[in-house]
């Protein structure tokens, strides 16, 4: 099989033709200094600080470039369905960009790699939340938290499912006009619990219920309205459903990172439609092939969040007044802290 990787230097291969192998391969380009109308590549690496869009600004980009070829080289199946997503995805609505991203996640769920990964991974107990998810209504005004703290608010199935009854409440009701997505404790989202990953034994079915509970489908149908506050980690599911968001707020402490790639997975929550809408599908691939961590300050540059604010596990919600309903039931709302 061929290599899925072609790393070109563009100082010395300032033109490149895109072949037609390049469809199975991730295209890196390399260059001292950004250059205008680089086409036909996944991620463009240079040494220049602060370069525009799409550009990756690295230290020693050789030296990133020969790290995520490792990277690709160990992941094969992964990194290249990731480029592909993100380049159909270019031409799509968001609605089948979620499709198409369902249907690779779900392919990669029968994979070698991720079997691999879920095999070696130590064993973890589920830990769940009797009301993983409170909401708070005041007049026109709906605050949404996440509040399984105990788990740096880990992404389970019945948090996902009780966002997506939260979310209705705020698509249904046009007497809505402010949504605030909080979670409670350290951390926003620390992403996809463990502990439920590879529960499921039949990947079809799992595309046919992300497709059907869809929190990432919600979100853009209200995007608007809504305003995502991070804080603390904010990985995988935590920054991909944040980004729908139409005002994204980080606190001076927020690191956002996209691990799947290392899993054999690729972002599935809604990453590869959400994250190139705010900065472009050259540095989403990076962000995931890579799994880099990146800081507020750099999110806050590159357009991933639009301000940094005071740190969202603070109580934001204290305004909320009235009686509170939670997708468990009739409970008050839970004031975020800072556990």
């Not at 079915?205 to 919600?218: E, K, T």
């Not at 092939?289 to 934001?316: T, Y």
Request: a neutral charge.
């Amino acid at each position: 099989m061929e290599s899925p990787l072609v790393i070109v230097d563009l100082d010395r291969t300032p033109v490149r033709e895109a072949g037609v192998h390049d469809r199975d391969q991730v295209v890196i380009g390399v260059a001292a200094e950004p250059r205008d109308a680089v086409q036909g590549y996944d991620v463009l690496l240079t040494g220049v600080p602060d370069p525009p869009r799409p550009w990756v600004p690295c230290a020693d980009p050789q030296a990133t470039a020969r790290e995520l070829g490792h990277i690709v080289e160990s992941r094969p199946a992964a990194a290249v369905a990731l480029v592909q997503v993100l380049r159909m995805g270019s031409g799509l609505s968001v609605s089948d960009r979620l499709i198409l991203e369902s249907l690779a996640y779900s392919t990669l769920q029968g994979g070698t790699d991720f079997r691999s990964w879920l095999a070696a991974a130590p064993p973890r107990t589920h830990r769940p939340a009797e009301t993983p998810v409170r909401l708070g209504r005041d007049g026109s005004r709906l605050a949404i938290t996440l509040d399984r703290p105990w788990v740096r608010n880990a992404f389970d199935a019945a948090t996902r499912d009780a966002l997506c009854e939260a979310l209705q409440v705020a698509v249904a009701d046009p007497s809505i006009t402010r949504v605030d997505l909080y979670g409670n404790g350290p951390a926003f989202c620390s992403g996809g619990d463990l502990a439920e990953f590879g529960t499921s034994r039949d990947p079809a079915r799992a595309h046919l219920v992300r497709v059907h509970r869809s929190p990432a489908a919600l979100l853009h149908r209200c995007a608007p309205r809504v305003t995502a506050h991070l804080h603390g980690a904010c990985v995988g599911a935590g920054i991909e459903l944040a980004a729908f968001a139409g005002r994204v707020v980080a606190a001076p402490d927020t690191v956002i990172r996209l691990p799947e790639i290392g899993m054999g997975l690729i972002p599935g929550a809604g990453g590869t439609a959400s994250i190139p809408l705010r900065v472009g599908r050259r540095r989403t691939a990076y962000l995931a092939l890579s799994g880099a961590e990146l800081s507020a300050g750099e999110a806050l540059r590159w357009g991933l969040v639009d301000a940094i604010g005071e740190s969202g596990g603070k109580d934001k919600t204290d305004a909320v007044h009235s009686p509170e309903t939670s997708t468990g039931g009739i409970s008050p709302m839970s004031r975020p802290d800072s556990r």
